[in-house]
């Protein structure tokens, strides 16, 4: 019988042959992409894309360990938070440029993930995922406390910005929201591009081997803690990246924001409904949330229905949905969760892939 | 000479002692049978022997080399490598793909690998399914799938833990064939089997285990005929 990750399978390796069309595409899509910014003027639309290059960001790096690798991991915050604290400190209180910070976000991160790495990865399945959120909740507590540090619940609030110079050239000075489009927007290409290399190369191999059964690629010379600490490696890196990105974009962190399980949640979410362990699911994933969650906050949703005519404006459904549907987000986020979970296990683009595979079968 | 010594090998779970005692020797280039009751400790002496438990006493010596809590995977990387009694394939992966992750132990080429690969699919007659996910084959051709990709590893000695089990009698022929085969290519054997006349066929010297020691060694027609190994699998005569 052809499961539906055999027909997913498919996919994935046609990519062989006629590579020269999609190609083409590829390359005409980015393009279309990197002039958005010169067309575009709403600043909302941009601060949309770039919250949806951030959540790629997040959920192409989750997706390495936990798509590939098989270790759902649900405390991506403490890399996400890590990476965020670490720009901001040396931003606010050090005076050092975010671009520079950043790297000593990605060095602390590494640190912390081959620390969190060697303990959590003594545990399997159920176990390691408790551990892995228990081990985030740790980092929140701590930025909470230290509060000589990390200003504690105050936070940090970005007051100046320094301009990224090139000798004394000024490239930006980030008044705008157009540089973080393109910042978002590499780094998204650029881990896409990573996970397509991991996911044709032999360590992409070995993670899907760990993934599928530990113990047969034990026997079969892969050393799973070795192979597991470098899956988490490069995940955490390209999470820690995000949480810099955001941090220096949105201007403030606390560590509600950017430690809380929500952010492992939502990192794990974005993977799923797109559908882990491809290269673009968390690329769908991260367009319907953000979309999703955006269009909730703004009542986009409600004036589309009365606009539509479906719902009166002064009835009181109408009244009703205006009141409560934009604090409703994490709600439809649990409802989405569970569908996706229920009737596409694959996730949205295995979902898309299986009906296209059936439409040309019969 | 001696592929492979067992030394005084003893495995306890708690007070359980589910291997006491063992000693043998697996010589270079023979099929050794491994036999025994269930229960006896059969599987556990591979688990000992390939790395997936330390032996509480006693000494596995590999090529003249000390394993003793060595990780399966150097294990596997030093030559030696082992089946599953119930298979693990890698199910969302394709046969090929399967086979590559063996191959890679040797070489860190996509392309050797695959081509390492599709050699080991041709010896087990499964190349014609290489496409396929693991996930979607029979019992017969996983079990094949198993050796290809313990055979993809390169092994120097190779351990089958009941390959022939669950399979028709078409199926476990051409498995005996296929060991047969593995033998020609100078791989040292060593066979965990229920089934007797296959034993018998196959192996140059049998091990007999019964309640984790050693009961038992010597040939085929020598195993037959002990009084001690025909009142362990039928009962004492009354």
Redesign the interface.
């Known amino acids: ?3 539906p ?2 027909i997913r ?2 996919w994935i ?1 046609s990519a062989g042959g006629k590579r020269v069309i999609p190609l083409l595409l590829l390359a005409s899509g980015v393009a279309l992409l990197a002039l958005i910014p010169l067309s575009v003027q709403s600043t909302y639309a941009l601060h949309i894309m770039i919250l949806t290059f951030v959540s790629i960001i997040m959920g192409s790096a989750w997706n390495i360990l936990g798509g590939y690798t098989g270790q759902y991991s649900v405390g991506h915050a403490a890399y996400f938070g890590v990476g965020a604290y670490t720009t901001m400190i040396l931003l606010q209180f050090r005076h050092i440029a975010p671009w520079y910070g950043m790297w000593a976000g990605v060095g602390a991160t590494i640190v912390t993930a081959l620390i969190i790495g060697s303990i959590c990865f003594r545990l399997r399945g159920p176990y390691f995922v408790l551990a892995s959120i228990a081990v985030a909740e740790i980092f929140r507590v701590t930025a909470l406390n230290l509060k000589d540090l990390t200003n504690g619940a105050e936070g940090i609030l970005v007051t100046e910005l320094p301009p990224l110079k090139f000798g004394d050239t000024v490239i930006t000075d980030f008044t705008t929201k157009v540089p973080f489009f393109y910042t978002g927007l590499i780094t998204a290409l650029f881990v896409i591009f990573v996970t397509r290399g991991v996911q ?3 360590l992409g ?2 993670f ?2 760990i ?3 530990q ?10 803690a070795l192979y597991k600490n470098i899956a988490l490696v490069i995940s955490a890196v390209f999470t820690s990246v995000a949480g810099s990105l955001y941090a220096v974009y949105v201007g403030f962190i606390d560590p509600g924001t950017v430690f809380s399980l929500d952010v492992s949640v939502q990192i794990v979410t974005i993977a799923i409904i797109g559908g882990i ?1 491809t290269i673009l699911g968390p690329v769908i994933g991260a367009i319907v949330l953000v979309t999703l969650s955006e269009a909730l906050r703004s009542n986009a949703l409600t004036n589309a229905l009365i606009h539509a005519g479906l719902v009166n404006a002064d009835s009181r459904v109408g009244v009703f949905l205006k009141e409560n549907l934009s604090h409703a987000h994490i709600l439809i986020y649990g409802i989405l969760v569970v569908i996706v979970i229920l009737f596409m296990p694959q996730g949205l683009l295995g979902f898309a892939r299986r009906i296209v595979t059936r439409k040309r079968k019969g | 000479m001696a592929i492979l010594e067992i030394r005084h090998v003893s495995k306890f779970f708690g007070g359980l002692a589910a291997n006491s005692d063992v000693s043998f020797e697996v010589e270079e280039g023979s099929i050794v049978g491994l036999i025994g009751p269930n229960g006896a400790g059969k599987t556990t002496l591979f688990n000992c022997i ?1 790395g ?1 438990y330390a032996p509480s006493k006693g000494d596995v010596v590999f090529r003249g080399l000390r394993m003793n809590g060595l ?3 150097k294990v ?2 030093l030559g030696m ?2 089946t ?1 009694q119930k298979v ?7 046969v090929l ?1 399967n086979v ?3 191959a ?2 040797r070489t ?1 080429s ?1 392309f050797e ?1 695959r081509r390492m690969a599709q050699e080991q699919l041709r010896v087990v007659r499964l190349d014609q399914k290489g ?3 693991a ?2 084959l029979p019992i017969g051709e996983r079990k094949k799938l198993e050796v290809a ?2 055979l993809a ?1 390169r092994p120097k000695l190779l351990l089958l833990d009941e390959v022939m089990g669950g399979l028709n009698p078409a199926e476990s022929e051409e498995l005996i064939q296929l060991i047969l085969e593995i033998r020609k290519k100078g791989i040292t054997q060593m066979v965990i089997e229920h089934d007797m006349k296959a034993i018998m066929r196959m192996s140059q010297n049998i091990v007999v285990l019964n309640s984790g020691e050693k009961l038992a060694e010597g040939a085929p027609e020598e195993i037959v005929s002990n009084p001690r190994v025909i009142e362990a699998y039928l009962g004492a005569e009354v």
Request: proline letters at 6%; hydrophobic letters at 35%; one cysteine or more.
């Open positions: 019988m052809p499961s990750s055999f399978r498919k390796t044709h190369s032999k191999y070995y899907q081997a993934r599928e059964d113990d047969a690629a034990h026997s079969l010379g892969i050393n799973p362990g | 390939t997936y990780q399966p995977d596997c990387r490598v082992r599953w693990r394939p890698l199910t969302n992966l394709s793909e590559m992750v063996g890679l132990c860190n996509l690998a496409a396929l996910l996930g979607a990709r313990a590893t």
